[in-house]
């Protein structure tokens, strides 16, 4: 059996939220906020991965369906974080090394900080590390209780506060690496005593240090990263600072973003080197852009499209599902959906592909240095041969096309 599993807990309700949809289905720049998690787990060695899921858990797997290294574990009934542990006892009764428990509501966990923790809980040699980070607004979440000499004592969560432990700054960002054995002798024992009513797994802690084990607290959370996600406003704050990140990290790999609090751009997109991405362009879904490449300004780039090299898009250019090869520019005003488009070919101005006949979606395909003047209108299923130009306030259907073909002959 793998040396380090994680168990991550996404079975709750999520009420704060005020959805159907499981929480940790809800969508951070283009990714499910669980798929953030999962990742970060598996960057830190973590071989198995034990969601608890509960409230619509099908729909949670189903999302996750070609992920083979998840097991999931049912919690029925909603009874707190400890008891979602519980639920995996089943699982890991003969596991004897260490096990991650993080929540599927944190999106924001870096692999960075997971590192942190599985090597400070090595160097002590600890029962117990668990990450936690200081806040400057730490409302809402269980406070870090520390002794006079600065040895962690347990986690007080935020209902269960009296005046003094509200004033901490600490808090549980919820990261915690346990020696399984222990955890799950700790969990069994754990007592819904609590304003909520619910076995927390934030109790453990103190369990396990009458027990004699040792526990050990890092401050290694950055403050903006420990954002669990409870409402809808933590959730646009939450993809306000992945937002961030993600266009960090282009920027890193040589992407021009000119204006970067005006651009959206999806966790799934891949720019190439020396693209320029201008203002208010919005790229959503699996996306591909390669080198040399001008973007926007208000540009809207859909899943499926993908860009070659020395690509030109323009002030309301939008394609999906599209494939456009090096070259081609779509300066202003077009819609190119379910096509191919070859070598150095001209999108005119207000050009569209009719890509939907009313009941399907047909693709176009345009050869290599055709010329399509304003307006042009291309009527898939439609094929253009290398070439071909197309004048402007044309209406091309491949009948059109098939029967100049025929005088051409
Ligand atoms: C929890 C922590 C709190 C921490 C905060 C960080 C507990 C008791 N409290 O509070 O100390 O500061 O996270 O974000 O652990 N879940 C289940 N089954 C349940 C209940 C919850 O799987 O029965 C899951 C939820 O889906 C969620 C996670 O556990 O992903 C945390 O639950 P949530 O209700 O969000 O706890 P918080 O109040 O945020
Ligand atoms: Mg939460």
Known sequence: MAERVAIILAAGVSSRMNTLLPKVLHEVCGRPMLAYVLDACRMVGVEKLYAVVGFGADQVSQRFADVEDIVWVKQDEQRGTGHAVLCCKEHLEDFAGETLVVCGDGPLIRAETLKILTEKHKAEQAAVTLATAVLDDPTGYGRIIRDVYGNIQGIVEDSDCNREQLAIKEINPSYYLFNNKVLLEAVEKVKPDNVKGEYYLTDVLSLILATGHKVVAVTAVQ???AIGINSRAQLSAASKIMQRRIQQKLMENGVTIVDPDNTWIDARAEIGQDTVVEPFTYIHGEVKIGKDCRIGPFAYLRSGTVLKNDVVLGVFAEVKNSTLADGVRSRHHSYIGD??????????????????????????????????????????????KDGSH???GTVVSQESVDQLGQKDQ
């Not at 050869?367 to 304003?374: A, E, K, M, T, V």
Request: charged fraction near 15%.
């Open 390 to 392: 197309v004048g402007p």
């Open 223 to 225: 403050s903006e990263e």
């Open 339 to 384: 096509a191919t488009v070859g070598r150095n070919v001209n999108v005119g101005a207000g050009s569209i592909t009719a890509n939907f006949d009313g009941e399907k979606v047909n693709r176009t395909i345009v050869g290599n240095d055709c010329y399509l003047g304003s307006g042009s209108i291309l009527i898939a299923p439609l094929e253009l």
